[in-house]
């Protein structure tokens, strides 16, 4: 059964995750403090996980950014949905599933999406920097700058939220 849902503390099955993700290396995800979990909630932010029989296997965070809201943020998965590739990237968890909560959450203000374009602290962040560009081509997203995030040289994509709705329906 695949669940998804916001989360303000911390739990078992998190704790779970982030050994997981300890496991795998993923350094944006590895502990409470590398995640900015508690900050995040505290500066009115928000955290989705999905989970698949009760085991979280994707999280991602949302928070006040620009003039709007940065969702996917220190987004994590420990395995595809299953499908195999898609173009649109469908076959991530957070961006099906939590994308839509994020849009509802913003109630009309701008969603963006940063990615990393030098630093790689899990193995697939610069593949998943490449793979917006794909996106900007299928209208999903679009380019808005380059610069840095927390201390992190980033891209800034804006969300088209109408036609990430639009592809979600068709995939």
């Known amino acids: 059964m695949i669940k998804t849902e916001l989360l303000f503390e911390a739990n078992e099955e998190l704790l779970e995750f ?8 993923f350094k944006n995800n590895d502990s409470f403090e590398s995640m900015n979990f508690f ?3 505290k500066n009115g932010g928000a955290w989705f996980t999905t989970s698949v029989d009760n085991k979280i296997v994707g999280l991602s ?6 003039n709007g809201y940065r969702a996917l943020y220190r987004g994590a998965q420990l395995y595809s949905r299953p499908g195999g590739l898609s173009r649109n990237h469908m076959n991530c968890w957070m961006f099906y599933y ?18 990393n374009t030098d630093n790689d602290a899990s193995g697939s962040m610069l593949r998943l920097n490449k793979l917006y560009y794909i996106l900007e081509k299928n209208k999903i997203v679009e380019h808005i ?26 995939e």
Do not use: M
């Not at 965070?61 to 620009?66: A, I, M, P, Q, R």
């Not at 036609?163 to 329906?169: I, M, P, Q």
């Open 61 to 66: 965070g949302l928070h006040k950014f620009k």
């Open 39 to 41: 900050e995040t909630i």
């Open 18 to 25: 982030i050994r997981e993700c300890k496991k795998l290396k």
């Open 98 to 115: 939590h994308l839509p909560i994020a849009v509802d959450l913003a109630n009309g203000e701008p969603i963006y999406i940063t990615t």
């Open 145 to 170: 700058s380059n610069e840095k995030v927390f201390g992190v040289n980033q891209n800034i994509w804006k969300l088209n939220k109408e036609r990430y709705l639009e592809v979600r329906g068709t």
